[in-house]
């Protein structure tokens, strides 16, 4: 008999790549929210990112989020941002959209289109 210690059990080597996020709900801004574009990182989770009011904001990722190791903000992504009451030109990251979520959100209308650049991808807010 094979002893596989330290190779997992049933069904291991299924989930060895993690599984695919195909049941997300799409979130919408709700008030004190906005979208926003990755301009750059910073470093430390901190990210220069231009929301959807024209406001150039530093973007600082949220507990939750660093934490999970799913969520990889890079340049050129769309988030949702929580902004500060206090600081205006501060916000967190919320939530990190994917394509496909991209894609839905200018199906509805609250993202108009993407085009691409000759560098990077970005969003033109409505």
Known sequence: ?????????????????GSPETNRILLFKENGQEYAVVDEALGNGRFRCSCSDTVNRLCIIRGSMRKGQTNRVQKGDTILV???????????????????EVRSLQ????IANMEENTNDEFVEFV
Do not use: P
């Open 107 to 110: 199906g509805y209308g609250e």
């Open 82 to 100: 929580s902004l500060r009451s206090f600081q205006d030109n501060k916000a967190d990251i919320c939530h990190l959209y994917t394509t496909d």
């Open 1 to 17: 008999m094979v002893r596989n210690f330290g190779k997992g059990g049933k069904g291991a080597k299924k989930m060895k790549n």
